[in-house]
């Protein structure tokens, strides 16, 4: 199925450093959503992006819905040990789709104390 | 509070096995999902059941069904797990069927085949 472009693959930083990671597509989305995902656990919703142009912060982390509506990035600010993780993007909404979920192919994270 | 609950959270099983993964939700949200994800990978959709009505993946195995005896309520049944079958199986819910309903996942069952 459809993926979205997701960058980078992976990330390895120094603890306290700023992270920035983004998700393209050819198509738009109605919604844009950022997941993390811990090892052996589920992916818990970090980020929720309805409108095109909403910049949306939670704690260290913000996220945009771009303007075209065809991407998002997401920023952690003053990373910590306890970002460690894969990031999933998910674009929701595009045509008849409904709630159905197109990921990216996510971002590990590895942030170095 | 934990809001959608999957159990076991490991399970094995022998190859061609018949094998059961449960998911509940206290949500009371009307649809709920079944991915497989693989190490690495992004969660894949199995399928999706909004209320009472059962909506397949076009690409989704004939080895894996599903049941939704009420509401809260959803199993992944797999007849004849393979090799390939190993994987992580997610449940997740969203409140109904449209753009904006956020799905909200579970912890994840980790599928072992012998």
């Known amino acids: 199925g459809q993926q979205l472009n997701q960058s980078p693959q992976s990330m390895f930083i120094q603890e306290g450093e700023d992270v920035s990671m983004n998700c393209t597509s050819s198509?738009?989305?109605?919604?844009w959503l950022w997941y993390k995902q811990d090892p052996g656990e589920g992916p818990v919703l970090l980020i929720a992006?309805?409108?095109?142009?909403e910049l949306t912060s939670n704690g260290r982390l913000t996220a945009q819905f771009g303007i075209t509506r065809k991407d998002s990035f997401l920023n952690i600010s003053a990373s910590i040990p306890s970002d460690v993780g894969i990031y999933f993007c998910?674009?929701?909404?595009?045509?008849?789709?409904?709630?159905?979920?197109?990921f990216g192919e996510g971002t590990q994270l590895t942030v170095n104390p | 509070d934990a809001m959608v609950i999957q159990n076991p959270r490991y399970q094995v099983t022998q190859f061609g096995k018949p094998v059961t993964l449960s998911c509940s939700q206290t949500l009371n949200h009307n649809v709920m999902y079944w991915y497989q994800q693989k190490s690495s990978q992004a969660p894949k959709l199995l399928f999706h059941y909004y209320d009472k009505d059962f909506n397949n993946e076009a690409d989704t195995p004939d080895n894996f069904q599903s049941r939704r005896p009420n509401t809260s309520f959803c199993f992944l049944d797999i007849r004849s797990p393979g090799l390939g079958d190993a994987a992580m199986y997610l449940c997740?819910?969203?409140?109904?069927?449209?753009?904006?309903?956020?799905?909200?996942f579970g912890p994840g069952t980790r599928l072992t085949v012998l």
């Open positions: 998910a674009g929701q909404g595009a045509e008849t789709s409904g709630s159905r979920l197109t």
């Open positions: 198509s738009i989305f109605n919604t």
């Open positions: 997740a819910t969203s409140r109904d069927w449209l753009a904006r309903d956020t799905q909200y």
């Open positions: 992006l309805y409108k095109a142009g």
